[in-house]
C-alpha cells in the first residue's frame, strides 16, 4: 500500500489550494483519512481527520477555511485549504489507516509529504 500526495505549491495569502492523496494496492477498508504539518523546526500536528463515514475534526488554527473530504470509490482524500496564511507554510502529509486482505487490523500509513508555502 502505499499514498501518494500531491497539490502543494507556492501562493499568496488569501489564495487557496487544494491538496489530494491517493492510497493505492491492495487495500480492503480505509478508516480514518487524517493531514498532518510540520512546519521548519515544528512538531508534527493533527490538521484534519476524516472518518470513513464522513465525521470530520479540524484544529482550531485551520477550523473554517480547511475541509477535508475523501472519495472512497477512489481511496483518496482531499484537503481543500481557503484563506491561506503564512503561518499555514509546512510540508502536509496524509495519513491512512488502512486495512489489507487478509489482516484483521487497521495499520498506518503515510505519504510522502507535499510542502506549501504560503507568502506574505
Known amino acids: 500500500v502505499q499514498l501518494q500526495a500531491s497539490g502543494g505549491g507556492l501562493v499568496q495569502t488569501g489564495r487557496s489550494l487544494r491538496l489530494s492523496c491517493a492510497a493505492s494496492?491492495?487495500?480492503?477498508?480505509?478508516?480514518?483519512m487524517n493531514w498532518y504539518r510540520q512546519g521548519r523546526g515544528g512538531q508534527r500536528e493533527l490538521v484534519a481527520s476524516?472518518?470513513?463515514?464522513?465525521?470530520?475534526y479540524y484544529a482550531d488554527s485551520v477550523k473554517g477555511r480547511f475541509t477535508a473530504s475523501r472519495d472512497n470509490a477512489k481511496n483518496t482524500q482531499y484537503l481543500q485549504m481557503n484563506s491561506l496564511k503564512p503561518e499555514d507554510t509546512a510540508v502536509y502529509y496524509c495519513?491512512?489507516?488502512?486495512?489489507?486482505?487478509?489482516?484483521?487490523?487497521?495499520?498506518?500509513?503515510w505519504g510522502q509529504g507535499t510542502l506549501v508555502t504560503v507568502s506574505s
Open positions: 495519513y491512512g489507516a488502512i486495512k489489507v486482505p487478509g489482516d484483521t487490523r487497521f495499520r498506518d500509513y
Open positions: 476524516i472518518a470513513s463515514g464522513g465525521r470530520t
Open positions: 494496492g491492495s487495500i480492503s477498508s480505509i478508516n480514518d
